[in-house]
C-alpha cells in the first residue's frame, strides 16, 4: 500500500491538491490505513486553530526598507499641451514708462513653446499693408501650413533647421500649424497676436528717480 507524505497531507488539508490526487488520497483513506487518518486527522486540528498572524509595525517598516521605493508614474500630458504650443515671450508688452514719446512699431517678436517644442517668430505687420512672417522652429524640417479657421491658407517647407517665411493679409481667427519629422506631433500656433494690442505705460513717480529732489 503506497502511503502519502507528510507535505502531500498538509496540501490535502489546506485542500491545496488537484482533484485527481485528492480522489485518490481520498480512496487511501477510506481503504483504512491508520497511520495516515492519525496525520490527517492531527493536520486537520492543527488548521482549524490556526490563528492570524499579526507581524509588528517595525517589522513590516524593515522588511519595505529592503525594496526600492516605486516613483508614481509622470502625469500624462494632455492633448492640448502637447500640441497647442502656448505664449512664453511677446516684446509689444514690454511696458513703456510714462511721458516716453510713443513710436510706431510694427515689428513684434514672440516666442511660443509647448514641453518639446519651440517657435520664435519675428512679425512685420504696417498698418494697410501684408504681414509678413519669419519663423525658426526646434522642430526641424517639416512643413508650415497657414489657416484661416478650418480653411487652408498657404504651406510653405521649413528649412533644415527650421527657419520659414510667410506673407499674407491679416484676417481674424488665423493660425500656424507646424509639422516635424514623420511620426512627430503637429504643432499649432494661434495668430490672435496680430489684432491689435496697446502697450502697457508704466507709472513713474519722479521722486523714486536716483537723485531725484523736490527742490529745484
Known amino acids: 500500500m503506497k502511503h502519502y507524505s507528510l507535505a502531500e497531507w498538509t496540501d490535502f488539508v489546506r485542500d491545496l491538491t488537484n482533484e485527481s490526487q485528492r480522489s485518490e488520497m481520498k480512496r487511501h483513506l477510506e481503504s483504512s490505513c491508520p497511520a495516515c487518518s492519525r496525520v490527517v486527522t492531527l493536520l486537520g486540528a492543527v488548521w482549524e486553530c490556526r490563528a492570524p498572524v499579526e507581524v509588528p509595525d517595525d517589522l513590516t517598516a524593515r522588511a519595505r526598507s529592503i525594496f526600492p521605493r516605486r516613483r508614481p508614474a509622470p502625469a500624462a500630458e494632455s492633448l492640448a499641451e502637447r500640441l497647442v504650443a502656448a505664449l512664453k515671450f ?3 508688452a514690454a511696458a513703456a514708462p510714462q511721458g516716453a514719446r510713443a513710436v510706431p512699431a510694427s515689428v513684434r517678436r514672440l516666442r511660443f513653446g509647448t514641453a518639446s517644442v519651440d517657435v520664435e517668430l ?8 501684408a504681414v509678413s512672417l519669419t519663423g525658426l522652429s526646434s522642430a526641424n524640417g517639416g512643413e508650415v501650413h497657414l489657416f484661416e479657421r478650418q480653411k487652408l491658407v498657404q504651406t510653405v517647407a521649413a528649412s533644415p533647421f527650421g527657419e520659414f517665411h510667410l506673407q499674407f493679409d491679416q484676417r481674424k481667427g488665423m493660425r500656424l500649424l507646424i509639422t516635424g519629422a514623420p511620426g512627430s506631433a503637429s504643432i499649432e500656433v494661434p495668430l490672435d497676436f496680430l489684432q491689435p494690442l496697446k502697450q502697457k505705460s508704466l507709472k513713474l513717480n519722479p521722486k523714486d528717480l536716483p537723485g531725484s529732489s523736490e527742490e529745484l
Open 90 to 92: 511677446d516684446s509689444f
Open 122 to 129: 519675428v512679425v512685420d505687420a504696417p498698418r494697410g499693408r
